[in-house]
């Protein structure tokens, strides 16, 4: 079986801000990530 390329990555956490680290990692307040999840933005 063949994985497929991620197309992004978080790391969720109790800061404040969104972020973007150097290297592509999204950086999301727990809130904020439960918020996109529930309403669909973060998959498919």
Avoid at 16 to 24: L, S
């Amino acid at each position: 079986m063949k994985e497929a390329p991620l197309k992004a990555r978080y790391v969720v956490c109790l800061e404040t801000e969104i972020r973007k680290t150097d290297d592509g990692i999204i950086v999301l307040p727990f809130k904020k990530f439960i918020e996109l999840l529930w309403n669909g933005e973060l998959m498919p």
